[in-house]
C-alpha cells in the first residue's frame, strides 16, 4: 500500500522514497490493506433486479455451447468410438482415449454465460436471405455426404488398397474442391 503524503507527527510533505520524516525522523507508516470493493464478479457489471437474469448454466444453451441434448449426445458419440477402437486392435486407444476424452469432455461440458431473451422484445431480423433447396441440389448434398461418410469407413476400417485409393482420391479432390469453394470466388 502506499506510504501517506505528510508526516503524522510533525506534518511536513514526505518524499517518496524516504522510509523516514526528513524533520523529526518518524518512520513512516504503511497504509493498512483494505477489505475487497467486490465480491469475484465482473467490476462495474450492473445488478439485474427483475426480468431476464443472465448467468453461468451447463444445463442451458448458450451463444458458445450445447444445450443438455447437444452435450449427451456429444459425449455418447465420443464413447462410442472407444469399442470400434479397441476391438480392431487400437491398443494405443487405450492409453490415448483417457488424455483426448478428457480435453473433449472438458470443453464439451464447459459453463456457458446465458443471456435469456425477453419476451417482449422483438425477434431479431433475418440478414442473409436463405433460399430452399431445390430436388436436385438436395439429391446432390445426400450423395456426396454418402460419399463422403463411405470414403471415412473405408479408410478406417478397410483393406490397404482401398486405403490408398481413398487417399489418392482425396488428395486430388479436396485442393480441388477447397480452391472452387473459399479461393475462386
Do not use: N
Not at 465480491?39 to 442451458?60: A, K, L, Q
Not at 470443453?107 to 431473451?117: E, F, I, L, Q, T
Not at 446432390?140 to 476400417?157: H, N, P, Q, S, V
Amino acid at each position: 500500500m502506499p506510504s501517506p503524503r505528510t508526516c503524522r507527527k510533525c506534518g511536513k510533505p514526505l518524499l517518496p522514497d524516504l522510509p523516514w520524516c526528513p524533520q523529526c525522523y518518524e518512520p513512516v507508516r504503511q497504509f493498512a490493506a483494505r477489505a475487497p470493493l467486490h465480491h469475484g464478479d465482473f467490476v462495474g457489471s450492473p445488478i439485474p433486479t427483475g426480468g431476464h437474469i443472465p448467468h453461468w448454466s451447463r444445463w442451458e444453451k448458450s451463444a458458445t455451447t450445447f444445450g443438455p441434448v447437444g452435450r449427451v449426445i456429444a459425449t455418447v458419440l465420443l464413447l462410442a468410438t472407444l469399442l470400434p477402437a479397441i476391438t480392431f486392435g487400437g491398443f494405443m486407444c487405450l492409453i490415448a482415449f483417457p488424455i483426448a476424452a478428457a480435453v473433449v469432455l472438458r470443453a464439451v461440458w464447459a459453463k456457458g454465460w446465458v443471456v435469456p431473451d425477453e419476451p417482449d422484445m422483438p425477434p431479431l431480423p433475418v440478414t442473409g436471405s436463405t433460399t430452399p433447396l431445390t430436388r436436385e441440389e438436395q439429391v446432390r448434398r445426400i450423395i456426396r455426404w454418402t460419399l463422403g461418410l463411405a470414403a471415412i469407413l473405408l479408410f478406417a476400417y478397410g483393406p490397404v488398397p482401398a486405403k490408398a485409393i481413398v487417399l489418392a482420391l482425396a488428395a486430388i479432390g479436396l485442393p480441388w474442391w477447397f480452391f472452387r469453394v473459399y479461393l475462386d470466388r
